[in-house]
C-alpha cells in the first residue's frame, strides 16, 4: 500500500517536497509536514540508523523539526543544508511581527493555549510558544545547536550552501550535488558532490519571493520590521493614510494591526468578546460549521472558478455574523473601543468583492472593525474588485512604503472567476502607506537527473491540528 502522506509530498524517487503546498502553509502546518514525513519515511525503510542516511534542504522551522526528529529520536544520520547564513532567517527580523501558534484554530478548543503542541499532547523536535519572530528565532536556535550536540554526530548543519543537482542511482541512493550559496549577488561558486548517499530527501525551502511589490515599487515583507503600530504608522501625517493591497491572511493580520495597534486578531477578539461572553458561544459555533464546509469543499477545488461561489458564500455568512454581533449596543461599544485612537484612513483593495482563503478568527475580527470604522467615519474601507497598477514615491530618489506615494487601481469587471477581466484606471491618489499583501511564488526544486523539476502544485488539505503518536 501506498503511504498516503509520503504520496501527497512525493517528487520522484525518494525525494520529497514541502515547499509547493498550496494549503495550509502556516509555521505550524510545516513543522508537522516536517515531522510526519519522517515518520512515515522511517516507518516505510527509507531511512535507518544503519546506512540509509536523510538530507534536509532548508533550515526553516519545518526542515529543523524534521532534521531533529530523524537525527535525535531515529538515530538516522541526518544532514542539514541551509542556503542562507544561519537558521530560521525568515522570522528573524521579525521585531514586530507576533506569532500565536494555535491562534488559527479558532474557535476549536484549544485555541488560545498559546503554545503548540498544546498541553498534553505529544512534544514536537522544536518548542513553539507565541511571541514576536525574532524571539521565537533566538529559542529555536538554541534548541537545533542543543540537538546537534546531543546527537552525537549523527546531526550535521551546513548553512551557506544549496544542493543544484540530485542523482539518483541504480539502487536508490540519492546524490547530492551542492555550492556554497554566493554571498554577492552574480558570483559563481564551484559545486561538488556531497561526501555521503542519502535514502531519503526533503525539500523544505518554504515559498520562493513574497509578492509585495507593484511595477517599480516593493512594500515591506511580512516578516520584515515595520510601523503599522506606531502612532500615525510612523508617518508625520495626522491621520495618517493607507492602502493594504490583497484579501488574504497577511493582508488582513496587516489591516486588524493599522485599525487597532493591537498585535493579533487574538488580543482583538478576546477584549470584545469580554464584554459578553455567552453571546459568544453561538457566533463561535455557526463559525466553527462554516470553516468545515468551506474546507471540505476547499480542498476539492484548484481554480478561481471553484473558489469564487464558495468564498463569496463564505464572506456573506460571516458578514452576516458580524451583523448580530453589531446588533447588541455592548458589543458595538466594545468593537469601537478597540479602534486606535490615532485612526488612520485605510482603503483595503480587493480584486474581487470577498476576502481570499483565510482563517475564520481573521475573517471575523477584520469585519467587525472595517464596519466599525464606517459607521464611526463614514469612510468606505473595502474597495472591491480593484487592482493596484502602480505605485510611486512623491519624494525623489525614494521608495520606503512610509512616504507619500501615487496610487493608481484599476476597476475589474466581473468577479475573480472571470479569466478575461477587463480593466478600467481610475485617477490616482497620494497615501502615506503602501502595503501589498498578494501571497508568494511557487519555489522550485534542484534539478533531478539532470531534468529541472518545478515545484508541483499539490493538492489542497487537510492537515491534523498536532501529532498523536
Known sequence: MVDPFLSIHHLRDNIFDTAGIQYPISIRDQMIRGRKLVDRGFENGLINDKDKNLLVVGAGAGGVSA???????????????????????????????????????????????????????????????????????????????????????????????????????????????VAPAPITKGQTMQSFLWPLDFGMAINCVGIAAERTNIAKYSGPNFWSRDSITDLHLGTSSSPATAVISGAGDGALQDFIRMATSRDTAKEVYLAIKSADPSFFSTIEMKLYSLDDQCQRAYAIGGEKRHDHPLLDWMHKQTNELADNVLADP???????????????????????????????????????????????????VITPNHSLSDVQCVAPGSNHFKHRHDVKTNQRSGTCADPNRSSTPNVAKQVDVVIVRHGAYAATTATIQGTPTSTRPLARQTLPYHVND
Not at 494555535?102 to 499532547?121: E, I, K, M, N, S
Not at 483595503?348 to 464596519?371: G, P, Q, S, T, W
Open 67 to 177: 532534521a531533529i526528529r530523524a537525527a535525535v529520536d531515529f538515530k538516522v544520520k541526518t544532514v542539514i543544508l541551509e542556503r542562507e547564513v544561519d537558521a530560521f532567517v525568515a522570522q528573524a527580523q521579525a521585531f514586530t511581527r507576533y506569532v500565536d501558534p494555535v491562534q488559527y484554530d479558532f474557535p476549536r478548543d484549544g485555541w488560545d493555549a498559546g503554545c503548540f503542541p498544546p498541553l498534553g499532547t505529544p512534544p514536537m523536535p522544536l518548542t513553539y510558544l507565541k511571541g514576536f519572530g525574532n524571539f521565537l528565532v533566538a529559542d529555536w536556535r538554541k534548541e537545533l545547536n542543543a540537538a546537534i550536540r546531543s546527537a552525537n554526530g549523527l546531526l550535521h548543519f551546513s548553512p551557506s550552501h544549496k544542493v543544484t543537482s540530485y542523482n539518483v542511482t541504480s539502487d536508490k541512493k540519492i546524490q547530492a550535488t
Open 330 to 380: 455592548a458589543l458595538k461599544n466594545a468593537v469601537k473601543q478597540m479602534l486606535r485612537s490615532d485612526l488612520p484612513t485605510i482603503d483595503l483593495i480587493m480584486e474581487c468583492d470577498h476576502f481570499d482563503r483565510c482563517y475564520a478568527l481573521n475573517r471575523l475580527v477584520a469585519l467587525l472593525l472595517i464596519k466599525a470604522i464606517e459607521e464611526k467615519t463614514g469612510q468606505t
